[in-house]
């Protein structure tokens, strides 16, 4: 079955929204984007090597069957967060990892 980015992208607008209601959000962060295994074997280093070699910072979480991949500090808008999440989540896809979300992590300023 192919990803849905159409779906993913409405729910990170729909996530941006809901999160700017009432808060002052800061200009630049950097943003986290968490995703899991879809395999029983799955292959954290090669992950982490394709998104650090795109400018991500990557943590895995064995454990908790998570890896973070932070990248910035960015504008902190949807079309920002969107175009960075689209790029890791076309890697994380080809290593058999799904999205998470993500969440703002400390202001850029």
Same mark, same amino acid.
């Given at each position: 079955?192919?990803?849905?980015?159409?779906?993913?992208?409405? =729910?990170?607008? $729909?996530?941006?929204? +809901?999160?700017?209601?009432? *808060?002052?959000?800061? !200009?630049?962060?950097?943003?986290?984007?968490?995703?899991?295994? =879809?395999?029983? $074997?799955?292959?954290? +280093?090669?992950?982490?090597? *394709?998104?650090?070699? !795109?400018?991500?910072?990557?943590?895995?979480?064995?454990?908790?069957?998570?890896?973070?991949?932070?990248?910035?500090?960015?504008?902190?808008?949807?079309?920002?967060?969107?175009?960075?999440?689209?790029?890791?989540?076309?890697?994380?896809?080809?290593?058999?990892?799904?999205?998470?979300?993500?969440?703002?992590?400390?202001?850029?300023?």
């Amino acid at each position: 079955m192919s990803h849905d980015y159409n779906a993913q992208k409405a =729910e990170t607008f $729909e996530t941006f929204e +809901a999160l700017g209601e009432g *808060a002052d959000l800061p !200009k630049s962060a950097v943003i986290t984007y968490q995703f899991f295994p =879809e395999s029983s $074997e799955p292959n954290w +280093a090669g992950l982490s090597k *394709a998104l650090e070699a !795109k400018g991500f910072r990557c943590a895995v979480f064995e454990d908790e069957d998570t890896l973070d991949a932070s990248f910035g500090p960015i504008p902190v808008t949807p079309q920002e967060i969107w175009k960075q999440e689209k790029i890791a989540t076309e890697i994380a896809l080809t290593f058999e990892f799904e999205p998470d979300g993500w969440v703002l992590m400390e202001d850029g300023n």
